[in-house]
C-alpha cells in the first residue's frame, strides 16, 4: 500500500496537475487552412474514385464495394460471422497481393486491373476519411480563438500510457502525401514553439533499468545514442 501512495503522490497526482494545464491551453489550429484542405480533399476523392465507378462502385461502403469486386473480377472475398462481404482494407490489400496501403501506393507501374481498382478505393477512403474527421472535424472542435481543448487521459489504458480524446489527437495522420497539410494546421502563438518528445521503446528501457540486464543497458547507455536492441539480441544468438 505505501508504494500505491508512493506512486500516486509522486507521479499520478503531479502528472494530473500537467494534463490540466495543458487542457486549459489547449492546441491553436489554422481554420482557414483546414476549410480549404477540406476542399481539396474534395476534389481528390472525386478524382480518385473514376476508377471504382467504372465497374459500378458508387460508394465507399464494404457491402456495395465487394459485391462489385466479386461481380467484376469473380473473386471471393472473405466473409463475416454473419455472412456479408467483408471489404475492409485488410481485405483488400490481400486481393491486390499487397502487404499495405504504402507498398500498394509505392509500386512500380505496370498494375493489374484488380490493383487499380482496390488503389483506387483504398485512396478514395483516405481523402473522405481525412477530410470528415481532420479538415472538417477538427474546425468543429474549436472555440471562438480557434483553439481546440482536447481531454488528456492517464487512466484510460491498460497499457499506462497517456490517452487523447474529443478529439483524439492521436488520429492526425503521419505518413502520405496529404498527412503534411494536416499537420500544417497546427500552430503556435507567438514567441512560443513546438517541442516533440518521443521516449522511443521506453518498456525496454524501463526493463534495463530494473534488471540490470548488461546486453539491454549497452542498447540504452545513459550518456549516447541508443543502439538497435533487436540487432543486439540476434547478434548474441549467433
Request: charged share 25%; with cysteine; proline share 6%.
Amino acid at each position: 500500500e505505501g508504494k500505491f501512495q508512493w506512486y500516486y503522490d509522486t507521479i499520478e497526482k503531479p502528472t494530473t496537475v500537467v494534463l490540466s494545464d495543458m487542457e486549459k491551453r489547449g492546441v491553436h489550429i489554422d481554420q482557414d487552412h483546414l476549410r480549404q484542405f477540406s476542399k481539396v480533399l474534395a476534389d481528390k476523392a472525386e478524382d480518385r474514385a473514376g476508377l471504382a465507378r467504372g465497374i459500378g462502385i458508387r460508394s465507399t461502403r464494404g457491402r456495395e464495394v465487394g459485391a462489385c469486386l466479386e461481380a467484376a473480377f469473380g473473386v471471393l472475398l472473405p466473409r463475416t460471422d454473419h455472412g456479408n462481404i467483408r471489404a475492409d482494407e485488410a481485405a483488400l490489400l490481400r486481393l491486390a497481393s499487397a502487404d499495405s496501403y504504402e507498398q500498394l501506393c509505392d509500386r512500380p507501374p505496370p498494375h493489374t486491373a484488380i490493383q487499380k481498382v482496390v488503389l483506387s478505393i483504398l485512396s478514395t477512403r483516405e481523402a473522405l476519411t481525412l477530410k470528415s474527421l481532420s479538415a472538417d472535424g477538427l474546425p468543429k472542435r474549436a472555440d471562438a480563438d480557434g483553439i481546440i481543448h482536447p481531454e488528456w487521459k492517464q487512466t484510460t489504458t491498460i497499457t499506462n500510457r497517456l490517452a487523447c480524446a474529443n478529439p483524439n489527437f492521436q488520429n492526425v495522420p503521419i505518413r502520405g502525401e496529404l498527412a503534411k497539410p494536416i499537420r500544417r494546421a497546427f500552430i503556435v502563438p507567438a514567441g512560443m514553439k513546438w517541442v516533440r518528445v518521443d521516449m522511443s521503446q521506453i518498456e525496454v528501457r524501463l526493463f534495463a533499468h530494473l534488471t540490470k540486464d548488461p546486453t539491454l543497458l549497452a542498447a540504452y547507455p545513459w550518456d549516447g545514442p541508443a543502439q538497435d536492441v533487436h540487432q543486439l539480441v540476434a547478434d548474441g544468438l549467433g
